[in-house]
């Protein structure tokens, strides 16, 4: 548990409003990253075999995902910058590039799932799936006590 709570700290450290003057450097991101792969190897709790198959479609499969985080911590740094003084115009230019990036993500992982399924059984997906799910919703739980809605 008290990985878990590390990761989701220092996941938090990535995307919150404290953080938009200083970004994660490379080496903290390269952390962070490492540290959920192993609670996900853990999870999974995989063979030697299965685990060198499924480590290159993972690791394929989590660039991508921090490509769409990171436009994720571009959206909310600008509504940041522009929240005290934030127009309907820019409300709604933010409000279609957070559903962008949302429908990206999504068809991310739709488009993953061919992928994880040659190299896991469809029960191991859905568990890697919800672990997943699970660390992402910790993540927003988090960010929602930090960002505040909209004035």
């Known amino acids: 548990m008290k990985k878990f709570i590390g990761f989701i700290s220092l996941l938090i450290a990535l995307t919150s409003p404290s953080s938009f003057a200083a970004q994660p450097n490379q080496m903290e991101v390269e952390q962070l990253m490492q540290k959920k792969k192993q609670l996900v190897l853990k999870g999974l709790n995989l063979s030697a075999e299965e685990r060198a198959e499924f480590l290159p479609v993972y690791n394929a499969y989590q660039k991508e995902l921090l490509k769409s985080n990171s436009q994720l ?78 004035k």
Do not use: G
Request: a positive charge; proline letters at 3%.
């Open 73 to 150: 911590v571009l959206i909310i740094n600008e509504f940041a910058k522009k929240y005290d003084a934030l127009t309907n115009v820019k409300a709604k230019e933010l409000l279609e590039k957070w559903l962008n990036q949302q429908q990206i993500e999504l068809n991310l992982k739709k488009n993953y799932v061919p992928k994880f399924e040659k190299v896991m059984s469809k029960k191991e997906l859905m568990r890697y799936y919800q672990m997943e799910n699970k660390l992402k919703t910790a993540a927003n739980a988090q960010m929602i006590q930090i960002i505040p809605l909209a």
